[in-house]
Structures are given as C-alpha cells and as structure tokens.
C-alpha cells in the first residue's frame, strides 16, 4: 500500500507541474504570474525548460521577475548550464533575461560565459542585464578589465542607460577610476560628462544621478585645470 500511495502522489504532482506549465502559456497574465509562482513554490526540474523558454517569449514584466524567481528555487548546477547556452540565442530578450536571472542566482560558474559581446550588445536591456551580472559575478583580479570595457560604453544612450552603466562602475570601486579618469579624455563631450559624473558617485554614493551629470557638464564645459573657476 505505501508504494501505491507514493506512486499516487507522484503522479498528483506530475499532474500540477504539467498543469503549470501549460499554463505558462495562458493569454491572461494573472494565470500565467500565478503558475510561475506555483511551480516556484514546489519546484520540478521538469519545469525548468518551460521557464527559460517563456522568459524569451513574455511581455509583462512582473511575470517575467516571477519566472525568474521560480528559476532561482532550482539548483544552480541544472539551471545555470541551461542560462549559459540561453546566452548566445538570437532573441534579444532571451538573452537579457538569461543575464538578470544569472544575476540573481549569483552563480560565479556564469562569470566566463559573460563575454564583451554581451557587455556591449546594440540592445540597451540585455547591455544594461549584462552590466549588472557582470559587476556581480566578476572575481576581484576581473575588476580592471570589467572597467575597462563597461568605460567603452561610457556616454551611451538616455538617462536609464546611464545610470545603469555608472552603477556597474561605481559597484567596481576603486578598479574603475583608472577607466574613468581615460574616459575624461576621450574626444566626445557626452563620454567625458559621463565619465566624470560617474566618479563623482563613485566618491559620493549618496549623490543623485542628476546632480551629478550636472556638475560634470559645468566641469567640462570649462575644460581641463578649470574646474575650481
């Protein structure tokens, strides 16, 4: 009897995950969030194909965050191989949510996967998930390197980009100012005004992205020796 209630409870259970992952599939969200939840809640390791597949495809974003946090509830060493190779897909957001959830995960096992393709890619969200991955998997004899190529990026896009990217940098402490004070000379204004905002947070954390920009702005303006004027 004990072996028929066990093969009974599999069975229940198999049932839910296959329910779950149909549902992943649902055209309402709120279906689509609370399946997510559910096989977060009891994981399966028959869901995890589901999950990163629907992470590529789905357009809401809370739903998104939930199918990365069902992902988490995984063992690392079965879903991380899964996110690496999700890396190199053609769809952009298959590639940005493999990042951010491979930032949540924390695995450092990611970090060789993350390659200057990724660092530096035309979309500005899998650029800015690959950002943030990178500062948090990154070894600390990687830092300089990092920093060397997230400055490339320096001057990028609008507002969220930015302050995106200074964030990465500044997360590097100390082994980005060597890119940062580079920066400062590069040709194009935009470059040079980013680059010095961001180390003005790197010097002051607390001081907003704004503010910062703004004294940059002034201090490039009156050109090099001349910030004090």
């Given at each position: 009897?004990?072996?028929?209630?066990?093969?009974?409870?599999?069975?229940?259970?198999?049932?839910?995950?296959?329910?779950?992952?149909?549902?992943?599939?649902?055209?309402?969200?709120?279906?689509?969030?609370?399946?997510?939840?559910?096989?977060g809640?009891?994981?399966d390791?028959a869901?995890?194909?589901?999950l990163?597949?629907?992470?590529?495809?789905?357009p809401?974003?809370?739903?998104?965050d939930?199918?990365t946090?069902?992902?988490?509830?995984?063992?690392?060493?079965?879903?991380?191989?899964?996110?690496?190779?999700?890396?190199?897909?053609?769809?952009?957001?298959?590639?940005?949510?493999?990042l951010h959830?491979l930032?949540k995960?924390?695995?450092r096992?990611a970090?060789?996967?993350?390659t200057?393709?990724?660092?530096?890619?035309?979309?500005?969200?899998?650029?800015q998930?690959?950002?943030?991955?990178?500062?948090?998997?990154?070894?600390?004899?990687?830092?300089?390197?990092?920093?060397?190529?997230?400055?490339?990026?320096?001057?990028?896009?609008?507002?969220?980009?930015?302050?995106?990217?200074?964030?990465?940098?500044?997360?590097?402490?100390?082994?980005?100012e060597?890119?940062?004070?580079?920066?400062?000379?590069?040709?194009?204004?935009?470059?040079?005004?980013?680059?010095?905002a961001?180390?003005?947070?790197?010097?002051?954390?607390?001081?907003?992205?704004?503010?910062?920009?703004?004294?940059?702005?002034r201090?490039?303006?009156?050109?090099?020796?001349r910030?004090?004027?």
């Open positions: 009897m004990p072996t028929e209630n066990t093969e009974n409870t599999a069975d229940a259970e198999n049932a839910n995950t296959t329910a779950a992952i149909e549902a992943l599939r649902h055209s309402n969200a709120s279906v689509r969030l609370k399946a997510a939840l559910a096989i809640t009891d994981p390791a869901s995890i194909d589901a990163i597949e629907r992470c590529a495809v789905e809401e974003f809370y739903v998104r939930m199918l946090w069902a992902l988490t509830r995984h063992p690392p060493q079965v879903t991380v191989p899964q996110l690496i190779q999700e890396l190199r897909s053609d769809r952009a957001q298959a590639r940005s949510q493999a959830t930032s995960i924390g695995d096992q970090w060789p996967a993350i200057r393709t990724h660092l530096t890619d035309a979309d500005d969200a899998v650029a998930s690959a950002w943030r991955a990178a500062v948090i998997l990154v070894p600390e004899a990687g830092k300089p390197e990092l920093a060397a190529i997230l400055a490339t990026q320096l001057g990028r896009g609008g507002r969220e980009t930015q302050v995106s990217l200074s964030r990465a940098l500044t997360a590097l402490g100390a082994a980005a060597p890119a940062l004070r580079t920066a400062q000379t590069h040709t194009d204004a935009r470059v040079r005004q980013h680059a010095v961001t180390e003005h947070l790197l010097r002051d954390p607390d001081a907003a992205f704004e503010f910062a920009l703004h004294e940059a702005k201090i490039v303006a009156l050109g090099p020796g910030q004090e004027a």
